[in-house]
């Protein structure tokens, strides 16, 4: 079946722009995650929804920061005013409900911001 | 807070050498523990995972034991190959289940 979709693949903006990161879990997947992974700092935890409950939004890294999902399904990361220190490739996973179930990542949004 | 530890690389290594990538870890509670593996080009798939103490997860002829005692989930394979070329990344989560990586090992097998 489908994977985690993302899109753009890739994303040019300059520095002070808005933009936004879409993201289309597997079919049935309650829980979506968003990660990012930049050479400076690794992977990083930034933001997780699971089913109806309020997001986890414990690892934004500032409130230009900002998730929704709707429906239960896509979700959209928004960075307001970005930075250069934004650039990094933008993760998305999806997963069952349950302790320790898999994560299904994308392919990632490659964020560079000139 | 969590943190995961794992040897810097790059890790180079001959086909049907010993691999072995070291991972530590610390959490405040009892974590869950993985290995992910980023292919070339590819996107970030799960390799392997153990939930409790002494469990062993392997797959792919990759193992990795979860040790409470030394909180270590250390990554083996007894003879890689080229297709093993790849970045491993340690994990763990705990109730919330979102990871905490560890920052990456690069590993290139050479014919």
């Known amino acids: 079946g489908a994977g985690v979709s993302q899109s753009p693949s890739n994303k040019v903006t300059e520095k002070g722009k808005d933009v936004e990161l879409r993201c289309d879990p597997i079919s049935g997947h309650t829980a979506l995650y968003w990660y990012r992974q930049s050479l400076g700092q690794g992977l990083e935890f930034l933001i997780y929804f699971q089913g109806n409950s309020a997001p986890d939004k414990s690892g934004l890294p500032s409130d230009r920061f900002s998730a929704e999902r709707t429906g239960g399904s896509v979700s959209t990361l928004t960075i307001q005013r970005t930075q250069q220190e934004d650039s990094a490739v933008y993760l998305c996973?999806?997963?069952?409900?349950?302790?320790?179930?898999?994560?299904?990542f994308g392919p990632g949004t490659r964020l560079t911001v000139t | 807070g969590n943190s995961v530890t794992q040897m810097e690389g790059p890790v180079t290594l001959s086909e049907e050498a010993f691999l072995t990538i070291n991972c530590t870890y610390t959490?405040?509670?009892?974590?869950?523990l993985f290995w992910y593996v980023q292919y070339p080009g590819e996107g970030l798939q799960l390799l392997l995972k153990a939930t409790k103490a002494d469990d062993k997860g392997s797959n792919k002829g990759f193992e990795a034991t979860y040790r409470k005692e030394t909180t270590s989930f250390h990554l083996e394979k007894g003879s890689v190959q080229v297709s093993d070329s790849a970045v491993y990344f340690c994990a763990l989560s705990e109730a919330g289940n979102k990871l905490t990586f560890g920052g990456g090992t690069r590993v290139l097998v050479k014919p």
């Open positions: 959490a405040t509670g009892y974590p869950s």
């Open positions: 996973a999806s997963s069952q409900p349950g302790l320790a179930k898999e994560q299904y």
